[in-house]
């Protein structure tokens, strides 16, 4: 029962999300705890990195009676998608109204994810619950599930005051414009398997004894009510789907400080080319490298561009939390932000680096000896300043930045 589109009307909002870099006003805090050091030998000396403890990929309740996303189910998504995100909620309900549109917009900004609907009806709570679920199963006779869950959802607020009495007709009125023939829909409504087929889903449901509604699973990991926010689920799928990515051992070292090295960062409004200082921060240096070869930057959004201070990418994850699977030591050296178009790597705190950097945008004396300096913008940083501005601290729940399309790295 897949469709071959989602057509859920979103609003426009933002997400709030942890920065690996603080403001002027901000203090960054730790989100993953690295493992025990790793040395890794280089040609003049030892230098430190760290395998990261990431977010783990939720594990199912063996115990649990909610059964697995099967070929069955109402599902939007790749079926091997690495991220299965399971709702059970009815079409009435405020609280499935909100969990929709925080659901849609996760679908418009993660390819990655598969989304199961489980409709049910809650009678004792709602007068028209019955209804929509009979309404949503007609369409789905003609194969217009996910055309009557938008509708519902999208017009929730024309049918959800009308007297139940109206809504039936209320619904075959507005089906042609939503793609669905009225006469078929009317004939399914009315037809005794609708209602056969309702009774016996609600059987079955109330078999689980389901704690709440909304009620969601991860990959099969039941989620906390207290978890099912916007920013709090963007996490969840970003960094669990991060986990697919991400790197099991530090990058081999292989940047020579005697060489000059030169990036460029092609992206949606254009290139940024960027000096890296192999000599003064050989394993920022070397890292970065490593993860432009590997394409760890290519489709990356900057999930932070405040206007005269900062624009932060490197975390495909784009949840400002995703690192590439380690950690290393902060570099300090003669560097300064002392004008702009510095890159610097983000952290969360000394020694942890990992693939998230920014570009300054003015002088940012206070940011001095917290961060490894590791190159300087040497063209395009009037294109770093168009990048469109995203602050999740303001607006929670923004539109994706602009994207990295990749990296090159020249040698000389």
């Known amino acids: 029962m897949k469709p071959t589109h989602f057509l859920l009307i979103l609003f426009s909002a933002s997400l709030f999300l942890l920065s690996a870099c603080s403001s002027q006003n901000s203090t960054p805090t730790a989100p993953f705890v690295a493992d025990p050091i790793v040395?890794?030998?280089?040609?003049?000396?030892?230098?430190?990195?760290?395998?990261?403890?990431t977010v783990p990929t939720p594990v199912p309740d063996q115990n649990s009676l909610i059964p697995a996303a099967t070929n069955a189910d109402f599902s939007i998504g790749p079926a091997d998608a690495p991220v299965t995100l399971i709702e059970y909620c009815d079409f009435q309900s405020p609280g499935c109204?909100?969990?929709?549109?925080?659901?849609?917009?996760?679908?418009?900004?993660h390819d990655d994810l598969r989304f199961v609907f489980r409709p049910i009806a809650l009678t004792g709570d709602v007068d028209k619950a019955d209804k929509a679920f009979i309404a949503a199963m007609a369409a789905d006779k003609q194969g217009k599930f996910w055309a009557m869950y938008n509708l519902l959802f999208t017009k929730h607020k024309d049918w959800a005051a009308l007297d139940p009495n109206e809504f039936y007709g209320w619904v075959t009125k507005e089906a042609p414009a939503a793609g669905m023939d009225a006469g078929q829909l009317t004939e399914a409504i009315h037809a005794p398997e609708t209602t056969t087929r309702m009774t016996s889903t609600m059987?079955?449901?109330?078999?689980?004894?389901?704690?709440?509604?909304?009620?969601?699973?991860?990959?099969?990991?039941?989620?906390?009510?207290?978890l099912l926010d916007a920013q709090s689920l963007n996490d969840a799928v970003g960094l669990i789907a991060l986990g697919q990515k991400q790197f099991s051992q530090c990058p081999p070292f292989t940047v020579d400080a005697a060489k000059n090295y030169i990036a460029t960062i092609h992206t949606e409004k254009g290139d940024i080319v960027m000096q890296l200082y192999a000599d003064k921060a050989p394993l920022a240096v070397n890292s970065f490298i490593f993860l432009a070869k590997q394409g760890w930057f290519d489709n990356v959004s900057f999930h932070r561009v405040i206007p005269g201070?900062?624009?932060?990418?490197?975390?495909?994850?784009?949840?400002?939390?995703?690192?590439?699977?380690?950690?290393?030591?902060?570099?300090?050296?003669?560097?300064?932000?002392?004008?702009?178009?510095m890159v610097a790597m983000a952290n969360s705190g000394p020694d942890t680096n990992g693939s998230q950097f920014f570009i300054t945008f003015?002088?940012?004396?206070?940011?001095?000896g917290s961060y490894t300096i590791f190159g300087k913008v040497i063209s395009g940083l009037d294109v770093a300043e168009q990048l469109t501005p995203r602050n999740e601290a303001e607006n929670p729940l923004a539109p994706t930045g602009d994207k990295i399309l990749n990296v090159e790295i020249e040698e000389k």
């Open 309 to 341: 201070f900062v624009a932060q990418s490197g975390d495909p994850s784009g949840t400002g939390r995703g690192n590439p699977g380690y950690f290393f030591k902060t570099e300090l050296s003669d560097l300064l932000f002392d004008s702009p178009g």
């Open 97 to 109: 109204l909100d969990q929709a549109y925080t659901i849609g917009w996760l679908l418009e900004n």
């Open 362 to 368: 003015a002088p940012a004396a206070h940011l001095n």
């Open 203 to 226: 059987e079955a449901v109330n078999k689980l004894s389901l704690p709440a509604i909304p009620l969601i699973l991860i990959n099969g990991s039941l989620q906390p009510s207290y």
């Open 39 to 53: 040395v890794v030998d280089t040609p003049t000396s030892a230098i430190s990195c760290a395998t990261v403890s």
